[in-house]
């Protein structure tokens, strides 16, 4: 029932394991090169752990902008084929979304260890994760940043057809990037009201990825409230993202 999205889902997760694999070597390849250059003097494995995740949720985040696009696939001229299923819309919606969620967390996870694998070579030992509270919450928010992003996509493109989702999903970064910029830009306290509220939605304002450390940070100010807020409010975007998504899908006619 779902074999298309399936087989999308397979060619972007092989695709994108190549890409990882390619990356990975080269690093070796720089190790083997370079070691004196390329390996740190210091070790910090806080700093560390959080150079880990970002690279995971930050790659899984840019295949989950893509993948995020799948019902408006369904739009583009098989739409009546699609509605013709033995199930509700919703639940081929669900179904869908399950598909590219199970690809974006093997994407996750690979992209996780092949990243926890090259910095504990580039800082000369497996690096220490504690297994507390606070881990588990950055662990939270690394894997649900690509969701928000997923969840997002799925809402802004679900009502339209396949080619315009791609221009949609392709200035999506750029834009929400922008907005993140002017946020913390003296523009003004009307401005700054005004952005504040339109990044509510922007999953970059609860992801401070530049940010290594949770305690300081001149941008928290703008980005970012908390760790556990940063990881509800990410958790939120996805979950409004696909309900919207769902509504205004139902809602096309074939």
């Not at 509605?83 to 996870?109: E, H, M």
């Not at 994760?129 to 997002?152: E, I």
Request: glycine letters at 8%; aromatic letters at 12%; a neutral charge.
């Amino acid at each position: 029932m779902f074999y298309v999205e399936i087989l999308r889902a397979r060619t972007t997760l092989l695709w994108t394991l190549l890409g990882l694999i390619v990356l990975f070597v080269i690093l070796l390849g720089l190790l083997a090169l370079w070691p004196t250059h390329m390996q740190v003097a210091v070790r910090n494995d806080a700093l560390s752990f959080q150079v880990v995740g970002w690279v995971a949720a930050l790659v899984t985040a840019i295949v989950a902008s893509i993948l995020g696009s799948s019902l408006a696939v369904e739009n583009c001229e098989h739409l009546e084929l699609a509605w013709t299923k033995p199930i509700s819309r919703t639940a081929y919606a669900a179904g869908l979304f399950l598909v590219d969620l199970a690809c974006l967390a093997v994407i996750f996870v690979v992209t996780f260890g092949l990243a926890y694998v090259g910095v504990s070579l580039v800082v000369g030992g497996a690096i220490h994760v504690p297994l507390d509270a606070d881990t588990a919450w950055k662990m939270a928010r690394f894997s649900l940043f690509p969701v928000a992003w997923f969840g997002l996509g799925q809402a802004l493109t679900s009502g339209s057809s396949g080619a315009w989702a791609g221009s949609i999903t392709g200035i999506m970064w750029p834009v929400f990037e922008l907005l993140s910029v002017l946020a913390a830009r003296p523009l003004g306290a009307v401005w700054h009201t005004v952005l504040s509220i339109a990044n509510l939605a922007n999953p970059i304002g609860y992801f401070p990825f530049w940010e290594f450390d949770d305690k300081s940070s001149a941008l928290r100010e703008f980005f970012g409230y908390g760790l556990t807020i940063d990881t509800l409010a990410l958790a939120a975007i996805a979950i409004l993202g696909v309900i919207v998504a769902m509504a205004r899908w139902r809602r096309l006619e074939a």
